[in-house]
T-cell receptor, first 114, second 112 residues
């Protein structure tokens, strides 16, 4: 029973390029969360999605960032026109959905913008 | 706005010692509290989940307590081992929300 799978593990992009981060939740989980961890800082919530729906994107920057969780395939976090400040570790978590259920995290994608 | 604080930020103990990590949160209206472990450059591993109606949870050498009314949780690690060295994070799911609010963690070093 594979856990939460994120890829790539490491991603290097030049300023102005696009970054696409993928997350496959645990089997049977239909709720996905994205978090960002800046160097020496805690994890900050970005967005919560269910299949084909964005439930809460209150933590997502208004520009350049978008997320989706299609009916088929992984959840995608997309960052357009990346800047140096986007360099961080991006973590995906999944849960069975109901509030109060345990969240399981992937290994993260470490984005470096050069 | 929910704020989660973890004290101390860093802790070093000799192998074999019992230790306590602290977590406090400002808004006691929570669904649950979860403790995680994060190794350098790695993801988060869930250690214990305590529902708001529970007082404590145990797993092996780990015991987590929750005092919701005072906004506090502790993670007790018995007979610490060098392999316990990691950053320990606590996080809460606030009532009416779906996401976790994280503390900044306690970096634990167990010295052989």
């Amino acid at each position: 029973n594979a856990g939460v799978m994120q890829n790539p593990r490491h991603l290097v992009r030049r300023r102005g390029q696009e970054a696409r981060l993928r997350c496959s939740p645990m089997k049977g989980h239909s709720h996905v969360y994205w978090y960002r961890q800046l160097p020496e800082e805690g994890l900050k919530f970005m967005v919560y999605l269910q299949k084909e729906n964005i439930i809460d994107e209150s933590g997502m920057p208004k520009e350049r960032f978008s997320a989706e969780f299609p009916k088929e395939g992984p959840s995608i976090l997309r960052i357009q026109q990346v800047v140096r400040g986007d360099s961080a570790a991006y973590f995906c978590a999944s849960s069975g959905g109901q509030r109060g259920t345990e969240a399981f995290f992937g290994q993260g994608t470490r984005l470096t913008v050069v | 706005k929910q704020e989660v604080t973890q004290i101390p930020a860093a802790l070093s103990v000799p192998e074999g010692e019992n230790l306590v990590l602290n977590c406090s949160f400002t808004d006691s209206a929570i669904y649950n509290l979860q403790w995680f472990r994060q190794d350098p450059g790695k993801g988060l591993t869930s250690l214990l989940l305590i529902q708001s109606s529970q007082r404590e949870q145990t797993s092996g050498r780990l015991n987590a307590s929750l005092d919701k009314s005072s906004g506090r949780s502790t993670l007790y690690i018995a007979a610490s081992q060098p392999g316990d060295s990691a950053t320990y994070l606590c996080a809460v799911v606030q009532t009416g929300a779906n996401n976790l609010f994280f503390g900044t963690g306690t970096r634990l070093t167990v010295i052989p």
